[in-house]
């Protein structure tokens, strides 16, 4: 893979909660807060955590689809944190966003021809009606969608076909960059694995960087070079697929990890399954120190004094534990 195309340095993305009360003030809910990695081109890097641990605002921030609070986001050497709509519009066309319900994210009074050429009529004004027609049709084509179907508008389709749909648009403008927003949770298990191939195939045609967010961690392994875990706005740990998955070391990923069943009813019974206490803290009052800490079989009380950063394990795994030295990996 060759350098980075994307850096994301200490970015935080804080949502002002008004308080009741006369002398009360607002309180920050931390949706992010302080997650600095980085993207390079032709590399899938996954996001896995809980519901509520900042994925999606992480995504829409990138893009600045939300607005950050502090931080950076550099794409191809330009700083573009707090650019306005007007400056970000040209760079719309490199940067692109799939959702998660595909069926949602569709306007249902266009036909699919409309909603996938839409993006040539923004950035191509100029551009002929066959001429986009034929780009359409050719796109749906690489999707897995007949192009005889241009003219039928999205309640006709199938949740896996919408989605089909959503990458279609995306891709209409070859992007170089897309944020995958859990893409496949709506989707039975036999389409997951539909466009999961899909994403791969076009990742390798054109050479796409994916940023790829969800909850599961079987589909998030098949995809990913590389695997970041969020917990409460923060990075809990990086790295590599293989690294991560044979050798997790930081408390949380290891309970993520050994929630994923096997399929082999011996190899799930032989393995060590964590469970953890306690509920996920509000991102309105995080723990002191490490913020994992409330739910963490290993913390001690220099856990509650300070925050701790990503240190090296090796390579390119990293982890912000201050026990992990001492932490043996489990059986998983």
């Known amino acids: ?71 950076r986001v550099v794409w191809m050497g330009e700083d573009i944190t707090g650019l306005s ?10 940067l692109q966003i799939i959702f998660q ?25 100029k551009m002929s009606a066959e001429e986009r027609r034929e780009k359409v049709r050719d796109m749906m084509d690489r999707v ?21 749909i959503g990458i ?4 209409i403008l070859r992007p170089k960059v897309i944020v995958c927003d859990e893409p496949v949770s709506a989707l039975d298990v036999s389409i997951q694995a539909q466009i999961i191939n899909l994403l791969q195939d076009l990742q390798k045609e054109f050479g796409l960087s994916l940023l790829f967010i969800s909850h599961d961690l079987s589909v998030v392994r098949h995809i990913s070079h590389r695997i970041m ?21 930081h ?3 290891q309970a993520l990890i050994s929630a994923v069943p096997i399929p082999d009813p011996d190899k799930e019974m032989a393995k060590q399954h964590i469970v953890l206490e306690g509920d996920l803290p509000s991102p309105m009052a995080p723990p002191s120190g490490c913020v994992f800490r409330t739910r963490c079989p290993y913390a001690t009380a220099d856990c509650a004094q300070a925050v701790p950063q990503l240190d090296a394990v090796s390579g390119e795994h990293e982890v912000a534990c201050h026990h992990w030295q001492t932490i043996t990996p489990p059986k998983l």
């Open 85 to 94: 709509p007007s400056k970000m519009r040209p760079l719309r066309q490199d």
């Open 251 to 253: 408390p949380y990923t």
């Open 1 to 71: 893979m060759s350098e980075s195309i994307l850096s994301i340095n200490d970015l935080k993305v804080h949502f002002p909660i008004p308080q009741k009360g006369l002398f009360s003030g607002d309180i920050p809910l931390k949706a992010v807060d302080g997650v600095s990695f980085e993207i390079k081109a032709g590399e899938t890097l996954g996001i896995v955590g809980e519901s509520g641990c900042g994925k999606s605002t992480l995504g829409r921030a990138i893009l600045q689809l939300i607005p950050p609070t502090d931080g």
């Open 168 to 171: 279609a648009r995306a891709m």
């Open 229 to 249: 875990v969020l917990y409460l706005g923060r990075v809990m740990e990086i790295a590599t697929r293989d690294s991560l998955y044979d050798s997790p070391r």
């Open 101 to 125: 319900d595909p069926l949602a994210s569709l306007n249902p009074r266009m036909t699919i021809g409309e909603i996938i050429g839409e993006p040539l009529r923004t950035f191509f004004p």
């Open 144 to 164: 897995g969608l007949l192009p005889r179907m241009i003219n039928r508008y999205p309640h006709e389709f199938s949740g896996g076909q919408c989605q089909r």
